[in-house]
């Protein structure tokens, strides 16, 4: 090599380096990372996660305190009464973070005020808003008759990010000219310049703090030890009153945490330090530079991998002491090194398997020629499985022998193999693919030797006899038809390119769903619902039916589980809550008592918005919400879902009724039973169907039964379609049946029309 070219190829690392420090550098000057720095901080937080101290008591305005008083903002005599209690417990200072800006009442005006200095402890906020230069610009300050009434005043303000997480908090800003200290200041006694920040140390447990209820103040109940010889902070942490701020590592929480945490970062040593992110990134571009000196593979992933473990935990000990480190920038240097790198191996070695030295699947995609030529495809059925038996650096032996069969007949043809037990290789569209394809199964049927042991290998072929499409797409085309090989019994087969129709409707068929509604394909069906006592019809379950122009019917199986599973579930629940609550209003209007049942998706159960719209149809159409029932599916995902429960919760006030489906295939438990409000379960149809000849089930059913009557809850059965089984349902004295043997699924007209003949068979 000459002296030119050796040192242009010395000089390429770092030529990436130095862009590479170029990207780092403006990532790290536009605070790119920070979306993400959040939730790595927290991580590390949580090595050092530790409790308040204990000094600070948060009284909280909290659901409890609202209740109580009955609205917000209060009238300023509580706060005065709040300032009466505190002092007379022995509060040593008591800071409101309420704000108290204009007049209101002037009764409640004065006696806030005589609270106020007779106490002599309290401290009021005022807020300024961070300007071109700080913490400069003055935004609100107390009435200034309660202000001269106060002890002193301290600013609230600080900056927060996108999260709404507070991210610096000042020591203290100017208001009127005047230095005002901030909270979190006053209460750890650390003062500062005003304008110069700090960061808040989120691996406080904010649970650990010290509270009261405000209510609990107000009605004189409160332990005074609690309160005696500590600070005191008023704040509201209800999230009616909308003062929420994100705390890192525990969720949104009322403001006044904030300031607490704040104060016990101050007190807990020294002041806190940012560093920024400049420390981290000149560590990574020293590793960078060091792993690009190596030759060896495995020093360059050792010294990478090394930097970047010391970027991602390395700064929880220096954090512990209140210095703060950013961490994203240096990752995202190493990121950038660790890709290249690993690139420019995969270009000189990733069109290789490296145990074989075959050409790998790569390989045969970039063979241009192979475009014009059939592909066939081999998969090894149990390749993991002999493997998984063999002993260490044995697979070499067993890939030789696969090799060695596949290679008669080839005429010196490339072979290419992938993981897996994989491989391919372009054939003549024009040869005979049947006997050679045979010849070479038949070779497969002798057991292979490895390692001293003989082992069967199981093998399909797939072809792909050659198409416009890619190789990628052809490859995957002829492994899907060995597979189909193998499932059907066959040594080879032919892809069928109807199959990609198939899979081309399986994979749009969300998206076919939503235009499918607007179209009006898709429509309900109402399955009636038999009251076994008095053998009437009493309503009926909505079930989403569609069919499609040209693929007529479409099981509801197929794409109700479809949209569940992707989320999509939304736009077809909210179409059949439509249907079935109109039909059932226009049903009840000529003097029926009717209840329709749709069936809700746990996943519609974060849907904040859900409750809403439900509420909106029932009083669009007239129709009592006693009279629909929400059957809910995905019942396991409920578990532990606390905000579906208070969805469900939030059902059952507005009067809906609520049944657990298919009872009996998921969590079965009476705590489970206990935790979910609802008024009825739905037995599901493969326990009752089995009733007449299986006893298990008949147990099953029965004990059900018992159960939820002794709960008082309803009782559905599903799937009777016979005689016998109404019978026994009645024996066993279940309230309700559906089923086949009551009625198949059927049209809001032919409903109706058999409402009317059960009622005058009734009457007659």
């Known amino acids: 090599m000459s002296k030119r ?57 909290d659901n409890q305190a609202l209740r109580k008083v009955g609205r917000w903002p209060w009238p300023r005599r509580y706060h005065a009464q709040l300032t009466d209690r505190l002092t ?9 973070d309420v704000t108290f800006l204009g007049a209101t009442d002037p009764q409640d005006d004065m006696v806030l005020a005589q609270a106020l200095k007779r106490s002599g402890r309290a401290i009021l906020p005022t807020r300024t ?37 507070v991210t610096d908090i000042p020591y203290a800003a100017r208001a009127n000219g005047k230095v005002v200290p901030s909270y979190s200041a006053l209460l750890s006694g650390r003062a500062g310049p005003p304008n110069a920040t700090f960061v808040p140390d989120y691996s406080l447990d904010p649970k650990s703090i010290p509270s009261v209820s405000a209510a609990s103040i107000l009605d004189n109940t409160v332990d005074p030890k609690l309160i005696k010889g500590k600070d005191v902070v008023i704040g509201a942490t209800s999230e009616e009153i909308l003062d929420q701020f994100f705390v ?33 990134f000149l560590l990574a571009l020293g590793a960078s530079a060091a792993a690009l000196k190596q030759r060896d593979g495995r020093w360059q992933i ?128 024009r040869a005979p693919f049947g006997n050679h394809l045979d010849a070479l199964y038949s070779l497969f049927r002798n057991p292979a030797r ?12 797939g072809v792909e006899v050659g198409s416009s499409r890619s190789l990628s797409n052809r490859l995957a085309s002829a492994l899907v038809a060995a597979e189909e090989a193998a499932h059907d019994g066959l040594k080879w087969k032919f892809h069928d390119p109807e199959s990609l129709q198939d899979a081309s409707w399986k994979l749009s068929i969300l998206s076919e769903l939503d235009s499918a509604i607007d179209r009006g394909e898709v429509w309900v069906a109402y399955q009636p619902k038999l009251d076994i006592a008095s053998r009437r019809i009493l309503g009926a379950e909505a079930l989403a039916r569609w069919t499609h122009p040209e693929k007529g019917p479409i099981a509801a199986s197929e794409f109700v589980a479809a949209a569940e599973q992707h989320d999509r579930i939304g736009k077809l629940t909210d179409f059949v809550l439509e249907k079935s609550i109109a039909a059932a209003a226009g049903l009840n209007k000529n003097g029926r008592d009717f209840e329709i049942a749709v069936n809700l998706s746990a996943r519609l159960l974060s849907d904040k918005g859900f409750t809403l719209r439900v509420a909106a149809l029932l009083a669009r159409h007239g129709l009592d919400p006693a009279h629909l029932t929400l059957e809910l599916t995905e019942t396991a995902a409920l578990a532990d879902s606390g905000e579906s429960l208070e969805m469900i919760t939030r059902l059952r006030e507005l009067g809906v009724r609520i049944s657990i489906d298919d009872y009996g295939t998921g969590l079965s438990t009476l705590d ?12 599901d149809q493969s326990f009752v169907k089995g009733m007449v000849d299986n006893r298990s089930d008949r147990l099953m059913v029965q004990s059900t039964i018992g159960l939820a009557h002794s709960l008082g809850r309803k009782v559905v059965a599903e799937g009777v379609e016979q005689r016998e089984i109404l019978d026994l349902l009645a024996e066993m004295e279940c309230d309700i049946a559906q089923g086949f043997a009551i009625g198949r699924p059927m049209s809001l007209e032919s409903l109706a029309k058999r409402i009317t003949a059960d009622r005058r068979r009734s009457a007659a």
């Open 5 to 61: 070219s050796q040192h242009k190829t010395e000089g390429r690392p770092w030529k990436l380096l130095l862009w590479t420090a170029i990207a780092g550098l403006v990532f790290g000057l536009i605070e790119a990372g920070e979306i993400v720095e959040g939730p790595l901080r927290t991580i590390r937080n949580s090595l050092h996660w530790h409790n308040a101290s204990g000094d600070i008591v948060l009284v909280k305005i």
């Open 88 to 96: 007379a417990a022995g509060a040593k200072r008591i800071l409101f």
């Open 129 to 165: 808003l961070s300007g071109p230069n700080g913490w400069t610009k003055q935004e609100t300050t107390p009435l200034p008759d309660l202000a001269n009434a106060a002890k002193g005043l301290g600013t609230i303000s600080w900056r927060y990010n996108f999260q709404q997480a």
């Open 248 to 280: 890192p590592g525990t969720g949104r929480m009322g403001g006044a945490y904030v300031h607490i945490i704040g104060a016990e970062t101050l007190k807990g040593g020294s002041r806190p330090v940012d560093l920024g992110w400049a420390p981290l």
């Open 302 to 429: 050792a010294i990478l991998g090394t930097a970047a473990i010391t970027c991602f935990i390395g700064p929880a000990l220096p954090e512990a002491f209140h210095i703060y480190l950013d961490v994203t920038t240096g990752l995202f240097v190493l990121a950038v090194i660790s890709t290249a790198l690993g690139w420019r191996r995969y270009r000189v070695r990733g069109l290789v398997n490296p145990i074989s030295n075959l050409p790998n699947l790569s390989a045969l995609r970039a063979n241009r020629d192979g475009k014009k030529q059939a592909l066939i495809a081999t998969r090894i059925l149990n390749y993991e499985e002999i493997v998984a038996t063999l002993p260490p650096n044995s697979e070499g032996q067993l890939i030789d022998q696969i090799v060695s069969r596949l290679g008669v007949g080839m005429a010196n043809r490339p072979l290419y193999q992938g993981d897996g037990g994989i491989f391919a290789w372009f054939e003549d569209s």
């Open 450 to 461: 490895v390692a001293g042991k003989s082992m069967d290998v199981s093998v399909a072929f």
């Open 672 to 683: 489970y039973l206990k935790k979910i409000p609802a008024s009825e379960i739905k037995i």
